[in-house]
C-alpha cells in the first residue's frame, strides 16, 4: 500500500481559504480513489470528497459549492481547496486511498484545521 504524507491546513477566520494536500508515494498503482475525511471532537470520521483516477470527483453536502477537490497529472496528490470555511468545519482533516480488490484504505497522518467565528 502507498504512504500518505498530508500538508496545509491552519487556523483561519470564518469566510476565509485554506489549501490542503496529500502527496502518495511507494505501491500506487493500485489506487482507484483518493479522498478526505474529516473528524471533529468527539465526532466520527466522515468523508468530504473523493476523486477517482478518471477524475469523478464526490462531495459531502455539507461542502458542495465550497470545497473542491483536484489531483495533479501525476495522480499521486490530491488536493482538497476549501473556501468560504464555516466555524463548523473546523476537524482533523485525513487524506486517504481506496485500492483495487480489497476493502482496506491508507490514511494520512492528520491536519487540523480551525475555523473561528
Known amino acids: 500500500q502507498a504512504e500518505l504524507v498530508q500538508s496545509g491546513g491552519g487556523s483561519v477566520q470564518a469566510g476565509e481559504s485554506l489549501r490542503v494536500s496529500c502527496v502518495a508515494s511507494?505501491?500506487?498503482?493500485?489506487?482507484?480513489?483518493m479522498g478526505w475525511y474529516r473528524q471533529a471532537p468527539r465526532g466520527r470520521r466522515d468523508v468530504v470528497a473523493s476523486?477517482?483516477?478518471?477524475?469523478?470527483?464526490n462531495y459531502a453536502d455539507s461542502v458542495k459549492g465550497r470545497f473542491i477537490i483536484a489531483m495533479d497529472n501525476t495522480k499521486t496528490t490530491v488536493y482538497l481547496q476549501m473556501n468560504s470555511l464555516k466555524p463548523e468545519d473546523t476537524a482533523v482533516y485525513y487524506c486517504?486511498?481506496?485500492?483495487?480488490?480489497?476493502?482496506?484504505?491508507?490514511w494520512g497522518q492528520g491536519t487540523v484545521v480551525t475555523v473561528s467565528s
Open positions: 511507494g505501491i500506487t498503482d493500485s489506487i482507484y480513489r
Open positions: 486517504s486511498a481506496d485500492y483495487y480488490g480489497t476493502l482496506r484504505m491508507s
Open positions: 476523486i477517482t483516477m478518471d477524475g469523478k470527483t
